[in-house]
């Protein structure tokens, strides 16, 4: 089983920072992407930020405030994430494609979600 966990969201005021992080664990031979999405509330889920072997890439909505990284020794993926706006409040969630075993394909895992709140 892999399970992916996200942590540190939580309520900030506006121009406040958060990081977050997501941890994957579980039977892992290796995982290739990984991104942040969200979703505000009554709105849809949108990508926020991504990384894999090619880069990094982000939503122009956080280019210049947020920052994604990864550390594959420890199977996290963080998002720093500064300057903070009320309209970046949502659930954010964790995503990841995963092969458990050498000889099997990627599987596409989420998080259970962590709220972050932007309001004075």
């Known amino acids: 089983q892999v399970q992916l966990v996200e942590s540190g969201g939580g309520l900030v005021q506006p121009g406040g920072s958060l990081r977050l992080s997501c941890a994957a664990s579980?039977?892992?031979?290796?995982?290739?992407?990984m991104g942040w999405y969200r979703q505000p509330p009554g709105k849809e889920r949108e990508l926020v930020a991504a990384?894999?072997?090619?880069?990094?890439n982000y939503a122009d909505s956080v280019k210049g405030r947020f920052t994604i990284s990864r550390d594959n020794a420890k199977n996290t993926m963080y998002l720093q994430m500064n300057s903070l706006k009320p309209e970046d409040t949502a659930v954010y969630y964790c995503?990841?494609?995963?092969?458990?075993?050498?000889?099997?394909?990627?599987?596409?895992?989420w998080g259970q979600g962590t709220q972050v709140t932007v309001s004075s």
């Open positions: 579980g039977s892992i031979f290796s995982i290739n992407a």
């Open positions: 990384v894999n072997s090619g880069g990094t």
């Open positions: 995503n990841a494609d995963i092969k458990v075993t050498s000889g099997g394909n990627y599987g596409h895992y």
